[in-house]
């Protein structure tokens, strides 16, 4: 396995967005999320898991407006 700097490719930027976009849009590309539901609370468990290998994909934690009380 060999890694890369992304800054290193800053100039190429605007070509991988258009060709990324247009893999994502035909399926040759696809992401993977995993959504946390329960608020900020759930940030602990998410961050853990990261440490953990545990995740796939993106790590996003749903957090919900709670509706005023007044």
Do not use: H, P
């Amino acid at each position: 396995m060999e890694g890369f700097i992304v800054l290193d490719y800053e100039k190429r930027f605007a070509e991988a967005q258009k060709d990324m976009a247009g893999w994502l849009k035909s399926g040759k590309l696809k992401r993977r999320e995993w959504i946390l539901e329960g608020g900020i609370e759930k940030a602990e468990e998410g961050l853990q898991a990261l440490f953990e290998g545990r995740n796939l994909g993106k790590c996003l934690i749903k957090v919900t407006k709670e509706k005023s009380r007044l």
